[in-house]
């Protein structure tokens, strides 16, 4: 009997409703309609709504996490780029951000992003532009010291040039690892999705510089047909 990614099972009518079917309409892209109706079909969008996550990408820092165990109880996160807090919402159970483990440590989660994100209980969530002079100064002054995970799920807005939106990406993951470099702990980790396309071969040259080990993952969570792919970077050399 088939099942969906919840656990629950579907069969005769049920099945034959989980494929939803979207017309195209007036003044809608045939991009639009097809990006739609992959949405309404995604069996991650659709475990999102269910357990209360704000996004499919919750599940992706999940699968990255369960195979690589840097948010552990007591650690001290900062999330670049955090809207709509999928990350976030993750990562609170798991480094005990509201202490309901007992007898583990208490971690703390610093989310930044440019526009305001809603509140969510175990996370202290800043408007900030990471990019700005003294940000790494503002990022270890809210956190109270340096951080033992930087994660980023960021991507600059699609210019729909694939080689143009690679480089922007690489940009902002670039950008991210130096404020990385600045606010990590020796030991430290940095994750980031990065596009596949070429030019991230100068990024992995870097981290490597400055870690022991970099990873290159591709979560099962991440859709087969799309060039992401998540960069792992563990054993920060300060």
């Given at each position: 009997m088939a099942?969906?990614p919840?656990g629950?099972?579907?069969?005769?009518?049920g099945?034959?409703?989980?494929?939803?079917?979207?017309?195209?309409?007036?003044?809608?892209?045939p991009s639009?309609t097809?990006?739609?109706?992959?949405?309404?079909?995604?069996?991650?969008?659709k475990?999102a709504?269910?357990?209360?996550?704000r996004g499919r990408?919750a599940f992706?820092i999940m699968e990255?996490?369960d195979?690589f165990?840097?948010?552990?109880?007591?650690a001290?996160?900062?999330?670049?780029?955090c809207?709509?807090?999928?990350?976030?919402?993750?990562?609170?159970?798991?480094?005990?951000?509201l202490?309901?483990?007992q007898?583990?440590?208490?971690?703390r989660i610093l989310?930044?992003?440019?526009?305001?994100?809603?509140?969510?209980?175990?996370?202290?969530?800043?408007?900030l532009?990471?990019m700005a002079?003294d940000a790494d100064?503002?990022?270890k002054e809210?956190?109270g010291g340096?951080?033992?995970?930087?994660?980023s799920?960021?991507?600059?807005?699609?210019?729909g040039h694939?080689q143009?939106d690679?480089l922007?990406?690489?940009?902002l993951?670039?950008a991210?690892?130096y404020?990385?470099f600045?606010?990590?702990?020796?030991?430290?980790?940095?994750?980031?999705?990065?596009l596949?396309g070429?030019?991230?071969?100068?990024?992995?040259k870097?981290?490597?510089?400055?870690?022991e080990?970099?990873?290159?993952?591709?979560?099962?969570?991440s859709r087969?047909?799309?060039s992401?792919?998540?960069v792992?970077?563990?054993?920060?050399?300060g």
């Open positions: 099942k969906t919840d629950k099972n579907t069969s005769g009518r099945q034959r409703e989980l494929t939803v079917q979207v017309k195209t309409a007036r003044g809608r892209k639009s097809r990006w739609l109706q992959r949405q309404l079909n995604d069996p991650y969008v475990r709504q269910v357990e209360g996550y990408a992706k990255v996490d195979k165990r840097f948010l552990v109880p007591g001290r996160i900062v999330d670049l780029g809207a709509p807090g999928g990350w976030c919402q993750v990562a609170v159970p798991r480094v005990n951000a202490g309901e483990k007898g583990k440590a208490v971690g989310g930044v992003d440019l526009q305001e994100v809603e509140p969510i209980p175990g996370c202290e969530i800043h408007q532009d990471f002079d100064e503002q990022v809210w956190l340096k951080a033992d995970v930087v994660m799920d960021m991507a600059a807005s699609s210019s694939k143009t690679h922007r990406i690489i940009a993951c670039e991210a690892a404020l990385a600045d606010v990590l702990e020796v030991g430290g980790t940095f994750v980031s999705k990065v596949a070429g030019a991230e071969g100068e990024l992995q870097i981290l490597k510089t400055r870690f080990k970099v990873h290159n993952v591709k979560p099962p969570a087969a047909d799309s992401e792919k998540f792992v970077a563990t054993g920060f050399r």
